[in-house]
């Protein structure tokens, strides 16, 4: 139990000291399978072989993490004779290749494929069934306390996003013995031993909740922003009455004085210096047409050209109906302007310019 709460510990401390955008942390625990000599767990005192692990990754990008894990477990089995206990300290350092990102690059899912190497310690001992003694030992020399062997691992694992920083994950990962055949205290065969980790835990992401959209402040400066408003509220209380009185009046006088300038803009005074036709039967209604500019109407201006030439060549291939075109001349700024149809209403106007647009898109409307 002192070995579970010394990981746990280790666990919340790699998490604190890691606080960065790219690092996460995990915690795991599960099932070892060993594969050794003695296979069965039919004696009276087989436990099952429980491990936990922790560990902290870093991500290099979308597809690759390098991840450190350590793990502590427990392997136990027996054959017909004798039965062991193996206690294992393991370090381990791999690469995750997230493999959902090369289906679904946008997934939060992940499916990891895992290969690393790492180190292994561990302590053996043998015992007879039948009596209980001490048949063999590893390491052998009751000097040394631990066996240390190499190992490499592959596995498989799958996260499943509970929120933005947390994963529920889930895998295997086998660990290959590099010659180390005493796993279970024996060399009973030419096999190196080796074990599989059969995990369940979680992933913490060690992500910013910052709202990136939002621009932050630092709290300092925004109470000398807020002073200084104040003070500028204060300063602008102290003007008198008649002072402000007149800063609106002037104020308004400007406003007006705009907004004059700008219905003068929008309305500038038409000369027609002439209306021309090579088509037959379009020139009984030039008067009437002609007639059109003598008041003040909305119009649907479809072309504005430098010379009238271009004006009622643009009209002679123009698509539209032509039976109230007009070229109107605009004296202010020498222009020609093709009068598509007038209209009393603004309103008319916009819905036969949404019809006008499908041939002439950038057509507008015009009060003179």
Request: no cysteine; aromatic share 10%; charged share 25%.
């Amino acid at each position: 139990m002192k070995n579970i709460y010394s990981f746990i510990f280790l666990f919340i401390v790699s998490n604190g000291l890691l606080a960065q955008e790219k690092f996460s942390g995990n915690l795991n625990t599960g099932l070892l399978f060993p594969f050794t000599d003695y296979t069965e767990t039919s004696y009276p005192g087989h436990k099952p072989n429980l491990a936990i692990s922790t560990g902290i990754g870093y991500q290099f990008n979308k597809y690759l993490k390098l991840r450190g894990d350590i793990l502590y477990g427990t392997l136990n089995g027996n054959n017909n004779i004798n039965f062991y206990e193996t206690s294992i300290y393991d370090g381990q350092l791999a690469l995750e290749f997230n493999a959902m990102k090369l289906f679904n690059d946008r997934s939060n899912y992940k499916i990891n494929v895992l290969g690393g190497t790492g180190l292994i310690a561990y302590y053996s001992r043998l015992y007879s069934i039948a009596t209980g003694n001490l048949v063999a030992a590893s390491p052998a020399d009751p000097e040394k306390i631990l066996s240390p062997n190499a190992y490499i691992s592959g596995g498989l694992n799958v996260g499943v996003p509970i929120t933005k920083k947390l994963d529920v994950n889930a895998g295997f990962t086998l660990k290959y013995l590099i010659d180390a055949p005493y796993l279970d205290a024996t060399q009973s065969g030419d096999a190196t031993d080796h074990f599989g980790f059969l995990n369940v835990g979680l992933v913490y992401y060690l992500k910013s909740d910052k709202d990136k959209n939002k621009i932050e402040m630092d709290k300092r400066k925004y109470r000398m922003l807020v002073n200084r408003m104040d003070s500028l509220e204060n300063a602008s209380s102290g003007v008198s009455p008649e002072k402000l009185a007149r800063m609106e009046m002037e104020s308004q006088e400007k406003d007006l004085l705009i907004n004059s300038m700008r219905e003068e803009l929008d309305s500038l005074r038409a000369n027609v210096v002439e209306v021309k036709t090579d088509r037959p039967g379009q020139q009984t209604d030039l008067p009437d047409r002609v007639a059109i500019l003598n008041s003040v109407q909305y119009r649907i201006i479809v072309a504005s050209l430098p010379t009238r030439a271009m004006a009622q060549r643009w009209i002679d291939r123009s698509q539209l109906d032509k039976s109230e075109m007009i070229t109107a001349y605009i004296e202010d700024i020498n222009t020609y302007r093709v009068i598509y149809k007038s209209f009393d209403t603004l309103a008319a106007a916009k819905k036969e310019l949404q019809q006008v647009k499908s041939l002439v898109s950038d057509a507008w409307i015009i009060k003179f």
